[in-house]
């Protein structure tokens, strides 16, 4: 897969998928944002990503082949009821900056003079813009009833990222965005 960016100067840099969401320098010395790896794949005219792990989770769900672990991940014990965790795999890649509003342009003018002003008028001059695409999927995982009262346990991204390691389809999940952030979904 050919992969690039263009750098304000003109010139195109070649960019690995690894690099993908990072930023690289060009030979002008500027550093430039890479997008993420769907967004990148877009522009290259390739499907968004291939069958991933995040189909696959999806179709196991849909197929009542997920969740199948036994053991509830947190106390051990025997799973008897199942929980929903959202795995947000990809967010929204933003380029540009907020504009401030108006109570803070003013703070910014009072406490820095005309260099207060410039700079609430340099934050308004960059358009805001969205690359990549939100990429999420909500997992069931069992866990025995007592589990659902520890609710510190439950509200830890890493607990949560543990836990889920118990079955293999999200383990892949895992590999395949080690970045996601883990939650309880909100209706669970
Ligand atoms: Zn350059």
Request: aromatic fraction near 6%; hydrophobic fraction near 40%; charge should be positive.
């Amino acid at each position: 897969m050919n992969l690039s960016v263009d750098c304000e100067c003109g010139k195109v840099i070649a960019v690995s998928s690894a690099s993908a969401g990072d930023t690289v320098r060009c030979s002008c010395g500027r550093l430039v944002m890479v997008p993420p790896l769907s967004e990148m794949r877009r522009r290259a005219g390739l499907a968004p990503i291939p069958q991933n792990a995040v189909e696959k989770v999806k179709s196991l769900i849909s197929s009542n082949e997920l969740p199948d672990n036994n053991l509830c991940p947190f106390t051990g014990r025997l799973a008897d009821t199942t929980i929903w965790l959202r795995v947000d795999c990809e967010s929204k890649w933003i380029r540009g900056k907020e504009p401030l509003n108006d109570h803070l342009k003013l703070l910014f003018i009072f406490m820095f003079g005309w260099v207060g002003a410039l700079i609430a008028l340099m934050r308004n001059s960059k358009p805001i813009e969205e690359f990549g695409r939100e990429v999420y999927v909500e997992i069931p995982l069992k866990v025995s009833s007592e589990a659902l009262n520890l609710t510190k346990m439950l509200k830890s991204h890493s607990k949560l990222k543990t836990a889920i390691k118990c079955s293999s389809a999200y383990v892949q999940l895992l590999n395949e965005y080690p970045s996601a952030h883990i939650s309880l979904a909100r209706n669970s």
